[in-house]
């Protein structure tokens, strides 16, 4: 019944911009939290973004601030991530995920474990 549909991605230069779209459907409850994800070639799945539904608040990782802006447009159920000053190192498949246990929030650590749903990714390429 849950979905995340994301979007956005595709192949840019070092130093451009994307914009990737997280369109969410399926869940009742006011209380949960959109995270975005990323996961590169070979490597861990690691927490880039996150932003409460409920309250607005919002975390990034340390490799995203000041580059990355979350945002969420709760009427149409939409969350967004800006990427700005893309990197190489910014390459991966990036994902949307919901944690809607009860009392939840952004957390500043990799909170993978509590992901109750998954989009199915889109990729970002960022060639130097």
């Known amino acids: 019944e849950v979905q995340l549909v994301e979007s956005g991605g595709g192949s840019v230069q070092a130093g451009g911009s994307l914009r990737l779209s997280c369109v969410v459907s399926?869940?009742?409850?006011?209380?949960?939290?959109i995270e975005w994800f990323r996961q590169g070639p070979g490597t861990e799945r690691e927490k880039v973004s996150c932003i409460s539904r409920s309250d607005g608040s919002t975390v990034y990782a340390d490799s995203a601030k000041g580059r990355f802006t979350i945002s969420s447009d709760n009427a149409e159920n939409t969350v967004y991530l800006q990427m700005d000053n893309l990197k190489p190192e910014d390459t991966a498949t990036y994902y949307c995920?919901?944690?809607?246990?009860?009392?939840?929030?952004?957390?500043?650590?990799?909170?993978?474990?509590?992901?109750?749903?998954w989009g199915q990714g889109t990729q970002v390429t960022v060639s130097s």
């Open positions: 995920a919901a944690d809607v246990n009860p009392g939840t929030w952004c957390r500043d650590a990799n909170t993978a474990n509590l992901v109750d749903y």
């Open positions: 399926g869940i009742t409850r006011d209380g949960y939290v």
